[in-house]
């Protein structure tokens, strides 16, 4: 059995090189956090009678691994491919300082943008000549980066987590 909606926290690990990435894909009552990553190490635990080294492994903290293109290794569809160029552009050029606070990375941190002026920036770059279509491929390309951790939205404003 399945229960819906039971979960408070989803984090997704994965091998990526030689580091280990770590990225929260759900929390429910707040915004996920932007992913940490590991390598393991090994360590020395103590000595045996003999006085032979006891090791075991352990994991320190590193930078995330991240792929070539700088997604972390997350394969796009063509859309959110789109949609994360056109809002790294419009974060350029209309983004304005992260207000800081609950929900949101540190105070000024990272530039934030509108998600409804970004999706009306984005209904025009979809692959589409109805506009019902554009708009709708556009919601649900914002929705998936959302849910691969590489977009974050808190009280109507987008930026990168990376």
Known sequence: MVLLGALDAEYMVEKQGE???????????T?????IGFRVVEVEIGTTRKGEPITSAALTE????????????????????????ALR??????????????GWPEQGSRKV???????????????SDNPDSRRR??????DNLVKKNLVQ???GSLWIIQ
């Open 19 to 29: 580091g280990i990435r770590v990225t929260n894909t759900m929390m429910k009552k």
């Open 31 to 35: 915004a996920p956090h932007p992913p």
């Open 62 to 85: 590193i930078e995330p691994p991240k792929s070539e293109d700088g997604l972390a290794g997350k394969p796009l569809s063509p859309n959110q491919k789109i949609a994360f160029e």
């Open 89 to 102: 552009q419009f974060m350029d050029d209309c983004g304005t300082p992260c207000p800081g606070g609950t």
């Open 113 to 127: 943008v509108g998600q409804d002026a970004f999706l009306k920036f984005l209904n025009g770059k979809m692959r």
């Open 137 to 142: 491929a556009a919601q649900r390309a914002v």
């Open 153 to 155: 939205i808190n009280e």
